[in-house]
């Protein structure tokens, strides 16, 4: 590791911490500064009068601190107001702003993943009822997705209620408008961007399957129509990153550009200013994201060094750039993209070098060299990735090695085919089918690997977790190293083997308990409630023909619940309504599902029609369910009890919720939507409900139950699918006294996360991911 320049590692590093600490305590960092700028003045004369190097770094790091300090307590009161909190929180704002980025899909979101759409914006005056409050800040939009494209840089009012969140957030404000209106647009240097970036969008749309979803994020980072399946495939085999416009991608322009200037002859200085034009368009087009600024900067510092003659070293730039960028916006310390982009950066700079070295010892140089670039940078992100999800892939490095040679050639060529656009779409075609084809391999590959056996091992999360992940990484790094002395080759060798025990000590405390409750899940289960938060997944299967009722709000979530079981393909789907906790995460089966019976759109509700729409665009069969229809499932019989079709006052929403009974297995089954008291009452005067063995309890077990049904039914066991501590404090005392009325044994995701049920021959059996006492499983949740 001889020959790597860290003296401005040390000043990064601790203005980054500097940063990270004060976002939470603005008030001290004019202190701070203060301080710093003092000590930084004494250690300089020290340093001078006794000529001490020692001196002068620690003269660079107070004056890094310092920066850093001062640059907090400025932008702070700006980016949130004093007043904001008390005026704003809870109340009917107006905004005018500037949007920041393009409209996305707000899956998750208050109000659901279909009709709705998150955006973000820099608010430079704010008004609520007579009061004006004046800075830039920054703000979360949602709003309905019907309404128009907006534009990058264009002025908007929006109109809405608002929710602040803490000085630390990146978002100080989040508003879920009710309107939004331009009132001017975009500036020239960012109307073109916005215009080739919808004709790019337009011509890629008709690139078929996951090839066409993916070329834009590996174009220019546009991941709006990756699916959340996709989506999952990509993080869970470590190939994200690539369609995150970063270092790469700024290489290649800078080199292209750089190529360009020399063949037509152009003077050094004038091919840096090419370069830096080429890269600012760039930049400009795929919009500055953390990891886009990082890589900018960084890959700016370089072209300048070498256009004044003074070519430098990747790492001091890549710790200049930190500095710069934690100046300019310290909000970025607490940014996962931009640590991410910086570790990998780091470790691609300093690890992957030595790390090749010693491979060759035992593998080729073309092979030792493909490792080690992945693997250095698959292991120093680790520590920041368990943060966002405790597991570790096991083919992650294995994947990228397969997937980055595909990447460039994607990358490369797509960017070609979108700057023809402009000019003729079927000039770009070409070459944009030939890019599908590198970006097609690479979604190939990540879903392969994450179909694979055991492809994510959990890990401790948390701080525990990284602590962990950290004394791995610098052990690793040691033993890279080459120490001269016999001393250092001891510590080394102790190091490593403390490290190894470490890591299999806790590998079996954290794997240990996960491996042994996979072993445990029954493999001829019959209903599945998977633990999605505060809403209905069920899943009822018969062999290997799967039926899910409901699909929970978050795709991410119902996808990790599929996988946990191990489906891959849905004879049938059953949308009871379409409120958002029933129908958040439709994304994520859309285009696995046969057939779908789905409740009746409630009249106007355009966001139920586009969720009935996007079925039908997946090749599914629909129909809408009522009372009556009836089919199979392996050898499950099913059938519709409600809605009726003559009861119009309870034909949509929680009232008309689609209401299926299951027969087979020796037991029957009763799942009851999100009915409330009425409609079960009237479930019962349109025919007599035979005794139940398995209910799933209506409205995630609110108060407004039937007495009379759960009376009558008799159910022996009751299935509650809530979130833990949600806000409406489901499972509720009215639901859980009904159901200990009727003797009936209770099963609460909110406690014991996914449940599986178990029927031979009609006697039912329970397994769940997570065990809580029979007094708990009778205490009603808390708001």
């Known amino acids: 590791m001889r020959g790597v320049d860290l003296r401005l590692a040390g000043p990064a590093a601790a203005a980054w911490l500097a940063a990270g600490v004060l976002l939470a305590r603005p008030g001290a960092a004019w202190w701070c500064a203060a301080a710093c700028l003092v000590l930084a003045v004494c250690g300089a004369v020290i340093g001078f009068l006794r000529r001490s190097r020692l001196a002068g770094l620690v003269v660079l790091v107070l004056a890094a601190i310092g920066l850093a300090a001062a640059a907090t307590a400025i932008a702070a009161p700006v980016r949130h107001p004093p007043a904001l909190d008390a005026a704003a929180d809870g109340h009917t704002v107006a905004l005018v702003a500037t949007v920041d980025s393009g409209a996305r899909a707000a899956a998750g979101s208050p109000f659901g993943g279909g009709d709705r759409v998150s955006f973000r914006v820099t608010a430079t005056e704010l008004t609520v009822g007579r009061e004006r409050i004046t800075g830039r800040i920054p703000a979360l939009a949602y709003a309905s997705r019907s309404g128009r494209a907006l534009q990058i840089g264009e002025r908007v009012r929006i109109s809405g209620t608002a929710k602040s969140g803490p000085p630390a957030d990146d978002v100080a404000l989040i508003v879920y408008a009710d309107a939004v209106h331009e009132t001017a647009p ?96 760039f930049v400009v087009l795929v919009t500055p994201g953390a990891s886009v600024l990082r890589a900018a900067v960084m890959a700016a510092i370089v072209v300048l060094g070498t256009a004044l003659g003074r070519p430098g070293r990747a790492v001091p730039a890549l710790a200049l750039a930190v500095l710069v960028l934690l100046v300019q916006n310290p909000w970025l310390a607490r940014d996962y993209g931009f640590a991410l982009s910086v570790v990998a950066t780091a470790a691609l700079l300093v690890l992957a070098p030595p790390l090749a070295r010693r491979l060759e010892r035992w593998l080729p140089r073309w092979l030792a060299l493909g490792l080690s670039v992945p693997l250095a940078a698959q292991l120093a992100c680790q520590p920041v990735l368990v943060l ?111 490290s190894a025990l470490l890591l299999v000590a ?141 009861h119009p006052d309870m034909s949509t929403s929680n009232e008309g919720g689609v209401t299926l009974e299951v027969e087979g297995h020796g ?8 009915l409330d008291e009425k409609a079960q009452d009237a479930v019962l005067a349109d025919g007599a409900l035979p005794r139940v063995d398995v209910v799933k309890v209506a409205h995630h ?7 009379r049904l759960y009376g009558l039914i008799h159910a022996r066991l009751g299935l509650i699918s809530s979130g833990l501590g949600n806000s409406y404090g489901h499972p509720t005392a009215k639901a859980l006294a009904l159901l200990r009325a009727a003797g009936t044994q209770l099963a609460r995701t909110d406690l014991e996360g996914t449940v599986l049920v178990t029927a031979r021959d009609g006697a039912l059996a329970l397994w769940t991911q997570k065990k809580a006492t029979d007094a708990a499983l009778w205490t009603p949740a808390r708001r």
């Not at 996960?514 to 445990?520: D, E, G, L, M, Y």
Request: glycine share 14%.
């Open 701 to 707: 077990g609110s108060a407004d139950q039937s007495a």
């Open 388 to 498: 966002l999800n405790p597991t570790v892939p096991l083919y992650g490095v294995v994947a990228n090695v397969l997937a980055e040679p595909a990447a460039p050639l994607a990358t490369v060529i797509g960017l070609i085919g979108c700057l023809l656009v402009p000019l003729s779409t079927q000039l770009a075609a070409p070459l944009l089918w030939a890019a599908w084809g590198p970006a097609s391999w690479i979604a190939g590959i990540a879903r392969t690997s994450t179909g694979l056996p055991a492809s994510a091992l959990p890990w401790p999360g948390g701080v525990a977790g990284f602590g962990l992940a950290t004394v791995l990484i610098v052990a690793l790094v040691a033993v890279v190293a080459r120490p001269r002395t016999v001393r250092g080759r001891r510590v080394r060798g102790a190091t490593a083997g403390a």
């Open 186 to 281: 975009p500036p020239a240097w960012l109307a073109w961007s916005d215009g080739l970036r919808a004709r790019f969008d337009a011509a890629t749309a008709r690139l078929p399957g996951d090839g066409g979803e993916l070329l834009p994020g590996l174009v220019i980072g546009d991941e709006t129509r990756v699916g959340a399946d996709l989506d999952s495939a990509m993080k869970a085999a470590s190939l994200s990153h690539l369609t995150a416009v970063s270092g790469s991608n700024c290489a290649v322009i800078i080199a292209g550009l750089l190529a360009l200037g020399a063949a037509v002859g152009l003077p050094r200085g004038w091919r840096a200013a090419l370069a830096l034009a080429g890269l600012s368009g």
């Open 506 to 646: 806790a590998l079996g405390l954290q794997a240990g308990p996960a491996i042994a409750a996979k072993a445990a899940m029954p493999r001829d289960w019959v209903v599945g409630l998977c633990d999605i938060g505060q809403g209905d997944a069920i899943v009822v299967r018969d062999g290997a023909s799967y039926a899910l009722i409901d699909t929970g709000p978050d795709p991410k979530a119902l996808t990790a619940c599929l996988h946990q079981l191990g489906i891959r393909r849905l004879a049938l789907l059953v949308l009871t309504h379409y409120d958002a906790d029933h129908v958040g995460g439709l994304d994520a089966v859309a285009g696995i599902t046969n057939t779908a019976v789905i409740g009746t759109p409630p009249p106007g509700d355009a966001a139920a029609a586009r969720r009935v729409e996007e079925l039908r665009e997946h090749g599914v069969r629909t129909r809408f369910g009522l009372r009556g229809d009836q089919g199979s499932l392996g050898g499950l019989r099913w059938q519709v009890l409600w809605p009726d079709g003559v």
């Open 667 to 674: 037991i029957r089954m009763l799942f009851l939507a999100d």
